[in-house]
């Protein structure tokens, strides 16, 4: 009798998912999909706050990426003040996002996934997680932490703390950076570089190990969508939006305010989650991915000599392999690299302690959309305000549900390459949440859900029924 | 002015007779928590934290209002008080919405102290979630009646510091509300003089500055204190 496999919950991502697997006649599995299980619903609590208050609030979608989320928000605020924010606030903001970035993907793949990458798929599932690696190799497992260490600390220097800082606000920021903190940078920043380097190297003499799940995690051609500068090069805090084909070619750039005209989002009644879509090509050929790969497929170079050298050779490997999901754990790294040299070189610039960091204003427009690079892929924020600056409706794109059709593509991929029938061994289930994991979804960001993490896999048939359940977590 | 002596927590003190128990406590160093009181200001008595057993038997009596008497036995800190402060407490949490971690006043907050200061940490209540109004029409101040808890300190300042008298209550019970002027938007209000007392005055956030993002806000309040000291005692301390 043709079956369902559910793995629920996921685990090692942030929030709560389940996959579906659905099996035909012969016990193959035909499609799968990735289900949000959890409901946040920020942008209704938004309405009727005062937008000043909001990236305050929004940094409460996501503890992991609360300085994108405050990023956001406060340039939609300064379009609503209609102020130009002081440069010296723009070097701040971009600094912390830089941080943000790399601490983000140092808990991605030294906490998350490199129990996979390094344990094996295959590895009892208790030892399987930060703690097992902890105990087969400590000294990786701490230069992670202490990468991530890194970057939440210049967050904290910044913000105050590290988690939820209230610290970018409508027309700038609320401090500069303290003189002793910018010494303990200097200092560590070697180290990261060092760290990073290290896991680059490590990742690429695990390509080969990992033939098979880089040919089927997520690979396939589609769009890819990511901020550029207005040289091309890559960015994360301001610019244009820019659509690159599978190929690599430009296919639309522009202000990211025009988002509306080129995105689409579509609700499933399965998942909490939206799906997103390029507008103009529809949901099939307008598929995109947005976050590491993505911006690195889209941008002409990084910016910065050693992450450029990644970058060519990441290029080298082929449009197709650059196509491959499994990457996106590749140009995490190269994208910590990249933040990295980015803080290093705005590192001893005056204006990090500059006093001129934020423009006061009313009420000047009644819209605002503002736009960075979260570590997962694009975000939007765009608000409408009463004339006092009360929220009269606020809209988040997110990235995880930007990559939402990708990731459904990439389990429905998975699956049938590995699952031929209801009893399926539990590294074939890991295979499925590390496809997942590829992404570094973020599913308390793109829900408005809340909660831990773990996954539950579906078992389905043909008729709807579900006729197997495996649950972790 | 006739002295009395009275005991406070076992401690013998003396106090004049026309001061409150609330009055010769804190001029003995013997706290007791307040929410509604403003030195200075008229006493209200409206917000109960300040109750402390008094008289025989051990009466609940409100310690800003209720005067000193020769011989009275007052005790502040009684494990009965310390639960009706946390649920007098609790209450004024349960009615409003006060979501302290995305609060303009979070860290700058007398109700939040009040709550560290008592041990409320939770709730034993149902929240209420009350639907309430954030006007920002005002130049310089928002009120955001979901932080409000109704201790009028706004309204006596207004009215016994600036004499303009822009603040008053409306409604009853659970319908309660400052308003500004004949319940129009503050920003329309034709006594306001913009001077911010009422800000100062306020021991949450429901009072703002426009422009504060999460605790980002002082409320000055020195400067109020100040000013009462200033027209009270004609004392211009600085």
């Known amino acids: 009798m043709p079956d369902r496999i559910v793995i629920d919950p996921v685990t090692r991502i942030e929030g709560h998912a389940k996959i579906s697997i659905f099996l035909g006649d012969d016990g193959a599995a035909t499609a799968a999909r990735f289900h949000v299980t959890e409901f946040r619903g920020f942008e209704k609590m938004y309405e009727g706050r005062p937008f000043w208050e909001m990236p305050a609030i929004t940094a409460r979608v996501c503890g992991i990426c609360p300085v ?48 996979d990458l390094l344990l094996g798929m295959d590895a009892d ?58 010494e303990w940078v200097r200092e560590r920043l070697p180290e990261a570089k060092q760290t990073t380097l290290a896991a680059i190297g490590l990742f690429k003499g695990l ?137 290093e070189g705005m590192l001893d610039d005056p204006d990090l302690q500059s006093a001129d960091i934020r423009a006061e204003a009313g009420v000047n427009n009644p819209e605002g959309v503002g736009c960075c690079e979260a570590p997962r892929g694009i975000l939007f924020h765009h608000y409408h305000v009463t004339g006092d600056g009360l929220i009269r409706e606020a809209n988040l794109l997110i990235a995880t549900a930007q990559n939402n059709l990708a990731m459904n593509r990439t389990v429905t991929q998975i699956a049938r390459r590995y699952v031929t029938g209801k009893d399926v061994p539990e590294g074939i289930l890991n295979r499925l949440e590390a496809g997942i994991r590829a992404f570094d979804p973020c599913l308390s960001c793109s829900t408005h859900a809340a909660g831990q993490m773990p996954l539950r896999v579906e078992l389905v048939g043909p008729d709807g029924e579900v006729v197997g359940e495996l649950r972790r977590g | 002015m006739t002295a009395v002596t009275l005991t406070i927590d076992g401690k013998l003190v ?21 929410l509604c009181h403003v030195d200075g200001l ?34 502040t800190d009684t494990a009965k008080l310390r639960e009706y402060r946390k649920l007098i407490l609790e209450l004024l949490f349960a009615e409003g919405n006060h979501v302290c971690a995305v609060c303009v006043a979070n860290g700058n907050c007398e109700l939040q102290d009040a709550a560290a200061a008592a041990g409320m940490d939770h709730l034993t209540l149902d929240y209420t979630h009350p639907r309430r109004e954030v006007d920002l029409s005002h130049d310089r101040f928002g009120v955001d009646h979901n932080r409000c808890i109704l201790c009028t300190r706004c309204v006596r300042a207004c009215d016994e510091l600036e004499g303009a008298h822009t603040w008053d209550m409306s409604g009853r019970g659970a319908n309660s509300k400052v308003i500004t002027d004949l319940n129009q938007p503050w920003g329309e209000s034709a ?41 009270g005692r004609k004392q211009w301390n600085v």
């Open chain 1, 207 to 343: 390509l080969d190990k990992f033939r098979d799940e880089a040919e089927v995690f997520g690979k396939f051609p589609s769009l890819h969508l990511g901020l550029v500068g207005p040289d091309g090069t890559w960015e994360t805090y301001d610019g244009n939006m820019r659509f690159a084909a599978a190929d690599g070619k430009t296919v639309a750039e522009v202000d990211p305010a025009r988002y509306k005209e080129f995105i689409a989002e579509r609700a499933e009644s399965w998942s909490y989650i939206k799906s997103t879509y390029c507008k103009p090509l529809g949901p099939d050929a307008g598929m995109y991915r947005v976050g590491p790969l993505a911006r690195l497929n889209v941008c002409d170079r990084m910016g910065t000599p050693q992450a450029d050298r990644e970058l060519v050779e990441f290029r080298a490997r082929g449009r197709e392999a650059t196509n491959a999901s499994f990457l996106f754990h590749l140009a995490r790294l190269i994208e910590i690299l990249a933040s990295a040299e980015r803080i």
């Open chain 2, 191 to 231: 006594t306001c003089t913009s001077c911010g007392k009422c800000f100062m005055a306020c021991p949450t956030g429901a009072i703002f500055r426009k422009g504060a993002t999460v605790a980002e806000m002082d409320h000055g309040r020195a400067k109020l204190d100040f000013l009462i000291t200033a027209r």
């Open chain 1, 68 to 115: 994108s989320h405050l990023t956001a928000s406060a340039k939609a605020g300064d379009q609503i003040l209609a102020v130009r924010v002081p440069p010296a606030a723009v070097k701040l903001r971009r600094f912390a996002n830089w941080a943000q970035v790399l601490q983000s993907h140092a808990l991605s793949f030294f906490h998350l996934s490199s129990p």
């Open chain 2, 42 to 75: 008229s006493a209200h008595g409206g917000c109960r934290l300040c109750l402390v057993e008094a008289g025989p038997g051990g009466r609940l009596q409100p310690a800003c209002v209720i005067k000193v008497a020769e011989g009275q036995d007052v005790r």
């Open chain 1, 125 to 182: 599932p208790a030892k399987r997680n930060i703690f097992g690696l902890i105990a087969d190799n400590p000294d990786l497992a701490r230069a992670g932490i202490r990468l991530r260490q890194f970057g939440q600390r210049i967050i904290a220097a910044l913000g105050g703390q590290k988690v939820h800082p209230a610290w970018v606000v409508p027309g700038g920021v609320r401090h500069a950076l303290p003189d002793e903190d910018k």
């Open chain 2, 14 to 34: 003396t106090a004049r007779a026309d001061e409150t128990i609330l009055q010769a406590a804190r001029a003995n160093g013997i706290p007791i928590p307040t």
